[in-house]
């Protein structure tokens, strides 16, 4: 039977040798505000966006906030609703300097750090959690609408949807470690769905061919992989 930690383990065989753009060696302040920026856009117009506020050497909190609501929201254009996105920037920089710096708030336990996020004009639980997450290395599992997608068409999921609903799915889902491996390994879990998302199963026409899961997928005319002399595989042939 198809288990979460079995699927986790096909995206890791599939996707773990690619990029992610929040692994690690990524400076924390840029990845909160990559986090705010990739709200309701690609993350291409993101890098769009960073690259001009690394140009203008704004990639830190104090020179951040001593641009003009003019400026800021000039250099933030490319990521779209480029004035609401800098007020929520101001916003999160309110959110540092309450906390006596970046350093410090992202040193506070996760729960905490998550609590004053929401209470963070513009930020919600999926900002909150990437935050935590890729900026703070402390546990927060990420789920979104790329989780839902890839668990809904293996047959799999909370029996409510919402964000909290499919993180404690998730969570539960996977077996219980330490809080240091659960940081990273909540890291991974989010950043192998995406790429599996954004690689093979997409919204449209995925990639079902060169998916190791296709196997158990409930995607009724979801293409399989073709064998090397032609035809294709029956979903038996094939197990994850
Ligand atoms: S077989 Fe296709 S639809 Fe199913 S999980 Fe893989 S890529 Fe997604």
């Not at 039977?1 to 690690?24: D, F, K, N, Q, Y």
């Not at 060696?25 to 117009?45: D, M, S, Y």
């Not at 830190?60 to 800098?86: F, I, T, W």
């Not at 609903?165 to 990273?184: G, H, I, K």
Request: charged share 25%.
């Amino acid at each position: 039977m198809l288990t979460v930690p079995g699927v986790i383990a096909a995206l890791e065989a599939m996707h773990g040798h690619r990029e992610w753009h929040w692994w690690p060696e990524k400076p924390p302040f840029e990845v909160c505000v990559g986090a705010i920026l990739v709200q309701n856009t690609a993350w291409t117009n993101v890098e769009r966006a960073l690259e001009r506020l690394r140009d203008a050497r704004a990639l830190d909190p104090a020179r951040m906030a001593a641009l003009s609501d003019a400026e800021l929201e000039s250099l933030v254009r490319p990521s779209g609703q480029y004035r609401q996105k800098a007020r929520k920037l101001r916003a999160f920089l309110a959110t540092c300097a309450g906390a006596g710096g970046l350093d410090r708030l992202l040193a506070l336990p996760a729960a905490e750090l998550r609590s004053r996020l929401l209470q963070t004009w513009g930020i919600g639980p999926e900002t909150a959690d990437c935050i935590v997450c890729y900026a703070g290395r402390q546990p927060a599992l990420v789920v979104d609408t790329y989780t839902a997608r890839l668990f809904r068409r293996l047959g799999m999921g909370p029996a409510a949807e919402g964000y909290s609903a499919w993180q404690e799915w998730l969570v539960s889902s996977l077996p219980a470690v330490t809080d240091e491996r659960a940081a990273e390994r909540y890291a991974r879990v989010h950043a192998l769905v995406v790429l599996h998302a954004k690689h093979l199963c997409r919204k449209r026409n995925p990639r079902c061919g060169a998916c190791l899961l296709w196997g158990a997928c409930t995607v009724p005319d979801a293409p399989g992989p073709r064998l090397e002399t032609g035809g294709r595989v029956s979903r038996t042939e094939q197990t994850v």
